[in-house]
């Protein structure tokens, strides 16, 4: 018999949420689990074809530096949905930070990002671009200090990249490893 959501209780509330959950096991034996809910992302990976690259952003992340992890962590353009569809925010999120537009998104799943502690869920997307797209700097919204750089990277060096054990983050590298397996010719 599967576990049974009993009581949510809420300890803090600020950018993320954080809950404590009890929950019944099948033998009627109560239990408790803390819950992280910040709300939904949405992810892309926008690549050209033609020249073979990939449209990448490197910012700090406060838990990874704190974690050990790198000063910037190389990313694919990501963002909360937030009062629009995830498609329509990883559209946002590539012309915010990337500065580049994009019109068709390839889905390729919605997991949860971290199933034993948070709530969320990422919308994972493919989508092509050339170098004619790019219309902007990209950088992000300067209000929100997110201080990104963007970075066009050889497939093959992405790749190289991964093999080498740098890609650090889990929706990045779920979105180049999608696209190695529907393309791997871009990779060569």
Same mark, same amino acid.
């Given at each position: 018999?599967?576990?049974?959501?009993r009581?949510?209780?809420?300890?803090?509330?600020?950018?993320?949420? %954080?809950?404590?959950?009890?929950?019944s096991?099948?033998?009627?034996?109560?239990?408790t689990?803390?819950i992280?809910?910040h709300?939904?992302?949405a992810?892309?990976?926008p690549?050209?074809?033609?020249?073979?690259?990939?449209?990448? /952003?490197n910012?700090?992340?406060?838990?990874?530096?704190?974690?050990?992890g790198?000063?910037?962590?190389l990313?694919?353009?990501?963002?909360m949905?937030?009062?629009?569809?995830?498609?329509?925010?990883?559209?946002?999120?590539a012309?915010?930070?990337?500065?580049?537009?994009?019109?068709?998104?390839?889905?390729?799943?919605?997991?949860f990002s971290?199933p034993g502690?948070?709530?969320?869920?990422?919308?994972?997307f493919?989508a092509?671009y050339?170098a004619?797209?790019?219309i902007g700097?990209g950088?992000g919204?300067?209000?929100?200090?997110?201080?990104i750089?963007v970075?066009? /990277?050889? %497939?093959?060096?992405?790749?190289t990249w991964?093999?080498?054990?740098?890609?650090e983050?889990?929706?990045s590298?779920?979105?180049?490893?999608?696209?190695?397996?529907?393309?791997?010719?871009?990779?060569?």
């Amino acid at each position: 018999m599967p576990a049974e959501l009993r009581k949510v209780e809420t300890v803090y509330q600020g950018y993320t949420t %954080l809950m404590v959950a009890t929950l019944s096991a099948g033998d009627g034996q109560t239990f408790t689990r803390e819950i992280e809910h910040h709300g939904r992302a949405a992810c892309v990976l926008p690549y050209d074809p033609e020249r073979r690259t990939a449209l990448m /952003v490197n910012l700090p992340r406060a838990p990874v530096i704190w974690a050990g992890g790198p000063p910037e962590l190389l990313e694919a353009p990501a963002g909360m949905v937030d009062n629009e569809d995830a498609e329509e925010t990883a559209i946002r999120e590539a012309m915010e930070e990337c500065g580049v537009p994009l019109s068709r998104l390839d889905p390729i799943g919605s997991p949860f990002s971290c199933p034993g502690v948070s709530s969320e869920r990422v919308d994972l997307f493919l989508a092509t671009y050339s170098a004619e797209d790019r219309i902007g700097a990209g950088g992000g919204v300067d209000t929100e200090r997110e201080l990104i750089t963007v970075e066009e /990277v050889p %497939l093959a060096l992405l790749w190289t990249w991964v093999e080498q054990r740098r890609i650090e983050d889990l929706k990045s590298l779920a979105l180049i490893l999608a696209l190695r397996v529907r393309r791997p010719d871009l990779f060569g």
